[in-house]
């Protein structure tokens, strides 16, 4: 176990994976309490998150569970709440929970745009309202946020997701700017193309025509590396951004993609 967050006590929501295998939430949460930190893993699917508590306990960390609807002011608050009476307090705050769907304008219906922004921008927001002023009496605290390369570049038409995605980046720098006095510190993550089980959840129909082997060796083909990201790879950059060592760091996007943003490539 290593010590970089040792003390600390962590929410992360979207702890748990859609699908089996890792995701960027399951992998912050178990890199997390790795480190020192006392977990409350959330997910809407409270049985995903169980399976990472077991992860984190069987390596002798420190976890608990709740399930929770993100986008709804009530659980957000009932969240905060139950993580002050267990641990009593609140060091760092990881906003994982994210949806897609694909489409343009066109294809988009209005209950779909209302439901991403809802899932993807909204949570970030409500879970701060709740979070923020225990973050505030102690002076100090931690909000990643996870965005994603959609906010600055395309593939194929995302409207939802990708303006939803731009709204986390405007979102976290206000929360940034405003609470730095506060000694509350609040930046996003763009990860890229990753190989997780959202991933393939999300974009096997849309990308390949419902067969997983070809989705990732498309993926793969995209990114410069020649090589998919992992959930570990968006993990450690938000342990970077939630520990100590990023003191000074706030305000900023931290582009993890391999360097895809930098292409031009597309489907």
Not at 47 to 62: C, F, N, V, W
Not at 81 to 91: A, M, N, P, S, V
Not at 260 to 265: D, I, L, V
């Amino acid at each position: 176990m290593g010590e970089r967050l040792k003390g600390k006590v962590a929410i992360v929501t979207g702890a748990g994976s859609v699908l089996d295998g890792i995701g960027n939430g399951k992998a912050t949460a178990v890199v997390f309490a790795r480190e020192g930190a006392k977990v409350m893993a959330v997910d809407y699917n409270l049985e995903a998150a169980e399976e990472t508590r077991r992860l984190i306990d069987e390596e002798g960390g420190e976890c608990i569970t709740f399930k929770a609807d993100v986008s709804r002011a009530g659980d957000c608050q009932s969240m905060v709440e139950t993580c002050l009476q267990k641990f009593g307090r609140i060091d760092i705050l990881h906003n994982n929970v994210g949806i897609v769907q694909w489409g343009g304008v066109v294809e988009t219906d209005e209950e779909t745009w209302d439901r991403v922004m809802a899932v993807n921008v909204k949570s970030i927001f409500l879970t701060g309202k709740y979070a923020v002023p225990h973050m505030e009496k102690q002076g100090s605290g931690a909000i990643v946020n996870i965005a994603s390369v959609a906010a600055i570049r395309t593939t194929l038409p995302n409207c939802a997701y990708s303006a939803s995605k731009a709204a986390v980046i405007a979102l976290t720098r206000d929360m940034a700017l405003q609470y730095a006095p506060k000694g509350i510190r609040v930046n996003a993550i763009l990860p890229g193309l990753m190989k997780t089980p959202q991933a393939e959840y999300y974009n096997k129909d849309a990308w390949a025509g419902g067969d997983t082997a070809e989705l990732w060796r498309r993926r793969d083909a995209m990114s410069p590396t020649g090589k998919q990201g992992e959930g570990w790879d968006t993990a450690y950059a938000a342990l970077y951004l939630a520990s100590d060592e990023a003191k000074y760091v706030t305000g900023t996007t931290l582009i993890v993609d391999g360097g895809f943003s930098n292409t031009t490539k597309s489907w």
